[in-house]
């Protein structure tokens, strides 16, 4: 899933942490593999898939291009680092190992820690120039997790309430239901004053406005662990979680287009929410404070934040590095128990790249899905209709196949 957290800037850099398809189609072949599990590697596969606005609403088509072409594309596993731009050239257009991007690593290949994922970072985390918009995003990050370290001092059970209510309404309802499933994926609709009121559950996060936490999504879908993608773990653990947050003019070529997300930008309230975050955020510390003095400010704001803060970005690092695969969309996803649970489903995450536009992201009876569950509500409610799902034969053609004996 479900992403840029921070918000003083003036230039609209967000970036947001979990995060689609763009409009418009992308020359050249996507080229898929079955990502390696428990140390073995699965069969390599070819798809294709339409990278169209509708791309991250409907079902992905899949092409077979022959045997020839089966070796041509290495993604970075057990084989070690390959050049991006040699191997695009090889199995692509010119024009799509343009748009594509290349993979030039900046260090050794390393693995990440207990994954069989191996990484090579285009750019230096830290030893490097840093922009004005980076120093601050860091400033603010940082002094929210200073802010944590007041938390045992600062303990009420009407404070720890507080944090427990916000939890919910800025991490469900808000990032998972609102920005994630309803905003960049259209998995369902409701009506207009419930799409926004969701919407400004999302705002209270503190990981941008809706228009570019849904742009930055739909990049993250359309080129998902290539070199265009914002947050890959191809470029590092740390690069996937938050790296990428503090990199503005890395992060800005790759997601810096909204045309992506015309039908948000067209509505006047998401306009305005855009113009005015940064006082909603404001406003809602002061509100704390007021509230519930300093216990509801470290709480409610600090820590519910930075807690729900690292939850996202756990989806896009955690879910892309550990945990299984059950269905064969050519990227890094897995599914992950444990961020299906505190993410409030969203760790069911190969099961969402799987099928993008599905409104339920734990697609078994066992895989708990608190964000589904509260569509279920709504829908029952009279409140949400055209509820998106994944048909039976959908889900048996991109299931990963057992391996011959």
């Given at each position: 899933?479900?992403?840029?957290?921070?918000?003083?800037?003036?230039?609209?850099?967000?970036?947001?942490?979990?995060?689609?398809?763009?409009?418009?189609?992308?020359?050249?072949?996507?080229?898929?593999?079955?990502?390696?599990?428990?140390?073995r590697?699965?069969?390599?596969?070819?798809?294709?898939?339409?990278?169209?606005?509708?791309?991250a609403?409907?079902?992905?088509?899949?092409?077979?291009?022959?045997?020839?072409?089966?070796?041509?594309?290495k993604?970075?596993?057990?084989?070690?680092q390959?050049?991006?731009?040699?191997?695009?050239?090889?199995?692509n257009?010119?024009?799509?190992?343009?748009?594509?991007?290349t993979?030039?690593?900046?260090?050794?290949?390393?693995?990440?820690?207990?994954?069989?994922?191996?990484?090579?970072?285009?750019?230096?985390?830290?030893?490097?120039e840093w922009?004005?918009?980076d120093?601050?995003?860091?400033?603010?990050?940082?002094?929210?997790?200073?802010?944590?370290?007041?938390?045992?001092?600062?303990?009420?059970?009407?404070?720890?309430?507080?944090?427990?209510?916000?939890?919910?309404?800025?991490?469900?309802?808000?990032?998972?239901?609102?920005?994630h499933?309803?905003?960049?994926?259209?998995?369902?609709?409701?009506p207009?004053?419930?799409?926004?009121?969701?919407?400004?559950?999302?705002?209270?996060?503190?990981?941008?406005d809706?228009?570019?936490?849904?742009?930055?999504?739909?990049?993250?879908?359309?080129?998902?662990?290539?070199?265009?993608?914002?947050h890959?773990?191809?470029?590092?653990?740390?690069?996937?979680?938050?790296?990428?947050?503090?990199?503005?003019?890395?992060?800005?070529?790759?997601?810096?287009?909204?045309?992506?997300a015309q039908?948000?930008?067209?509505?006047p309230?998401?306009?305005?929410l855009?113009?005015?975050?940064?006082?909603?955020?404001?406003?809602?510390?002061?509100?704390?404070?007021?509230?519930?003095?300093?216990?509801w400010?470290?709480?409610?704001?600090?820590?519910?934040?930075?807690?729900?803060?690292?939850?996202?970005?756990?989806?896009?690092?955690?879910?892309?590095?550990?945990?299984?695969?059950?269905?064969?969309?050519?990227?890094?996803?897995?599914?992950?128990?444990?961020i299906?649970?505190?993410?409030?489903?969203?760790?069911?995450h190969?099961n969402?790249?799987?099928?993008?536009f599905?409104?339920?992201?734990?697609?078994?009876?066992?895989?708990?899905?608190?964000?589904?569950?509260?569509?279920?509500?709504?829908?029952?409610?009279?409140?949400a209709d055209?509820?998106?799902?994944?048909?039976?034969?959908?889900?048996?053609?991109?299931?990963?196949?057992?391996?011959?004996?």
């Amino acid at each position: 899933m479900f992403l840029r957290v921070a918000f003083f800037s003036t230039n609209r850099p967000f970036r947001s942490p979990i995060a689609i398809a763009s409009n418009g189609t992308v020359a050249g072949k996507r080229v898929a593999m079955k990502a390696p599990l428990g140390g073995r590697a699965k069969a390599l596969s070819l798809s294709r898939r339409s990278l169209t606005t509708t791309a991250a609403i409907t079902q992905p088509a899949e092409e077979n291009f022959g045997d020839a072409s089966r070796n041509a594309w290495k993604r970075v596993t057990e084989n070690g680092q390959q050049q991006a731009s040699d191997i695009w050239a090889s199995v692509n257009s010119a024009a799509a190992a343009a748009a594509k991007g290349t993979w030039e690593g900046v260090k050794p290949v390393k693995k990440v820690l207990f994954s069989d994922v191996l990484y090579s970072p285009k750019r230096e985390a830290f030893l490097r120039e840093w922009v004005p918009t980076d120093i601050t995003y860091a400033s603010f990050i940082g002094a929210m997790h200073l802010g944590c370290l007041l938390a045992p001092f600062t303990f009420t059970w009407s404070a720890f309430n507080c944090f427990l209510v916000m939890y919910f309404i800025t991490g469900c309802l808000g990032i998972t239901l609102s920005y994630h499933r309803q905003l960049s994926h259209k998995s369902f609709n409701t009506p207009k004053w419930l799409e926004y009121l969701l919407a400004y559950c999302g705002a209270m996060a503190v990981q941008g406005d809706p228009l570019e936490w849904a742009s930055s999504h739909r990049h993250h879908h359309q080129h998902c662990d290539t070199p265009k993608d914002p947050h890959t773990p191809y470029e590092g653990f740390w690069w996937s979680h938050c790296g990428w947050l503090l990199d503005n003019e890395a992060t800005l070529k790759r997601v810096g287009d909204r045309s992506n997300a015309q039908e948000i930008a067209a509505q006047p309230f998401y306009r305005w929410l855009e113009k005015t975050y940064i006082w909603h955020v404001v406003a809602w510390a002061a509100a704390f404070y007021a509230a519930g003095g300093l216990p509801w400010l470290v709480w409610g704001f600090c820590v519910r934040t930075c807690w729900v803060y690292h939850i996202t970005w756990a989806v896009n690092s955690v879910a892309h590095v550990w945990g299984s695969q059950t269905y064969n969309t050519g990227d890094l996803s897995r599914n992950n128990w444990w961020i299906g649970i505190l993410a409030f489903g969203e760790g069911w995450h190969n099961n969402h790249h799987a099928f993008e536009f599905s409104a339920r992201h734990g697609l078994e009876w066992w895989q708990i899905d608190m964000t589904w569950m509260c569509v279920c509500v709504l829908k029952f409610f009279g409140l949400a209709d055209k509820v998106k799902l994944p048909k039976q034969a959908q889900l048996d053609k991109m299931r990963i196949k057992p391996a011959a004996a």
